[in-house]
């Protein structure tokens, strides 16, 4: 039995990884998926991957989980790098399931297209609480355009608005590149268990749509 924390990506929620944490738990893993700050509807949204590292752990500890692995997905990998620096001595390990790995001073923001960067920009500046939501057209030609038209707009039924602080937060580390979780642990990588999982949930979803 493995203990997953599952922390999801940008302009997601905890519910992102439902489907997910119902497989792991029927092949009799344990599956946590938090929500990050800021995440959701009618929230505050004047936080950042710093608040989000404290989140996460807070409720690692909590809740005592012990030998977990994090996975991150998105936006959420930036979490977890955080996060580990935190709770190093509860997790086995790290999983970036295509998820960001910053280095220091880098932002999500920097390392997105110069159109794209424009956009993020121009929503912020226009929202009332600084956040960004992603239009369909965008989500569907470039986040999800390998899916049937009926799961794509499930999906992008399932977002939340994006605080813009974490897209433009810089990363800063202070033990991640130096911890003795292995190396090849902190790269974008996905453990070959959860990748079946993820393929039977997106081929049940392709399924029914």
Same mark, same amino acid.
């Given at each position: 039995?493995?203990?997953?924390?599952?922390?999801?990506?940008?302009?997601?929620?905890?519910?992102?990884?439902?489907?997910?944490?119902?497989?792991?738990?029927?092949?009799?893993?344990?599956?946590?998926?938090?929500?990050?700050?800021?995440?959701?509807?009618?929230?505050?949204?004047?936080?950042?991957?710093?608040?989000?590292?404290?989140?996460?752990?807070?409720?690692?500890?909590?809740?005592?989980?012990?030998?977990?692995? $994090? *996975?991150?997905?998105?936006?959420?990998?930036?979490?977890? &790098?955080? %996060? !580990?620096?935190?709770?190093?001595? /509860?997790?086995?390990?790290?999983?970036?399931?295509?998820?960001?790995?910053?280095?220091?001073?880098?932002?999500?923001?920097?390392?997105?297209?110069?159109?794209?960067?424009?956009?993020?920009?121009?929503?912020?500046?226009?929202?009332?609480?600084?956040?960004?939501?992603?239009?369909?057209?965008?989500?569907?030609?470039?986040?999800?355009?390998?899916?049937?038209?009926?799961?794509?707009?499930?999906?992008?039924?399932?977002?939340?608005?994006?605080?813009?602080?974490? $897209? *433009?937060?810089?990363?800063?580390?202070?033990?991640?590149? &130096?911890? %003795? !979780?292995?190396?090849?642990?902190? /790269?974008?990588?996905?453990?070959?268990?959860?990748?079946?999982?993820?393929?039977?949930?997106?081929?049940?979803?392709?399924?029914?749509?």
């Amino acid at each position: 039995m493995t203990v997953f924390v599952l922390v999801h990506g940008n302009f997601h929620d905890g519910s992102a990884w439902n489907g997910v944490s119902r497989c792991l738990e029927q092949l009799g893993h344990v599956a946590h998926a938090p929500t990050l700050p800021g995440h959701g509807r009618d929230v505050p949204t004047n936080v950042g991957y710093r608040d989000a590292a404290e989140s996460v752990a807070g409720y690692v500890v909590q809740r005592d989980l012990r030998d977990i692995v $994090l *996975v991150g997905h998105s936006g959420g990998g930036v979490a977890i &790098s955080h %996060t !580990v620096e935190i709770i190093a001595d /509860r997790v086995q390990r790290l999983v970036y399931l295509s998820g960001w790995v910053l280095q220091d001073g880098e932002s999500i923001l920097e390392m997105l297209p110069a159109h794209y960067r424009e956009l993020f920009d121009g929503m912020a500046a226009q929202s009332p609480d600084d956040t960004v939501e992603v239009p369909f057209d965008v989500w569907r030609s470039n986040f999800i355009n390998d899916a049937h038209e009926a799961v794509a707009k499930s999906a992008f039924e399932q977002l939340v608005p994006q605080p813009y602080s974490y $897209l *433009v937060e810089q990363a800063k580390f202070t033990t991640f590149h &130096s911890l %003795t !979780v292995p190396t090849r642990q902190r /790269r974008l990588r996905l453990e070959a268990a959860l990748l079946s999982l993820l393929d039977s949930r997106v081929r049940g979803n392709d399924g029914g749509a």
